[in-house]
């Protein structure tokens, strides 16, 4: 139901913009999520973004480099990523929750895209 555009390789201190489609009942009503996942890591919440777009949430790792936004009209979200760095590297995908508000708890990210790969060189 959703898919991430394409990702890209970019180098450290430069900027790059993701974007996700899909379903536009999902990209109009649930809060929304960027997440990632490095080799070896976990996958993390990047940031997250309710359903009007009035209130979002980022992790510290990104706080004041990524932006959260979405068109809820054009059925878009978007994440902006500036001074990017080697550590930003990761799967990024994006995720539709079951609520409109940022949920509690990360379960409640239900709907998934593929992923698409970032890859920041030195």
């Known amino acids: 139901q959703l898919r991430e555009g394409e990702g890209g390789l970019v180098e450290a201190g430069g900027s790059l913009g993701l974007s996700c489609t899909g379903s536009?009942?999902?990209?109009?009503?649930?809060?929304m999520a960027w997440f990632r996942q490095a080799p070896g890591k976990e996958r993390e919440v990047v940031a997250q973004i309710n359903w009007l777009g009035s209130n979002t949430d980022y992790a510290d790792s990104v706080k004041g480099r990524c932006t959260i936004t979405r068109d809820n009209a054009a059925g878009t979200m978007y994440l902006q990523m500036n001074d990017v760095k080697p550590e930003d590297t990761a799967v990024y995908y994006c995720?539709?929750?079951?609520?409109?508000?940022?949920?509690?708890?990360?379960?409640?990210?239900?709907?998934w895209g593929q992923g698409t790969q970032v890859t920041v060189s030195q």
């Open positions: 995720a539709g929750a079951s609520t409109r508000e940022i949920p509690y708890n990360q379960n409640e990210y239900i709907h």
């Open positions: 536009r009942q999902l990209l109009r009503n649930n809060a």
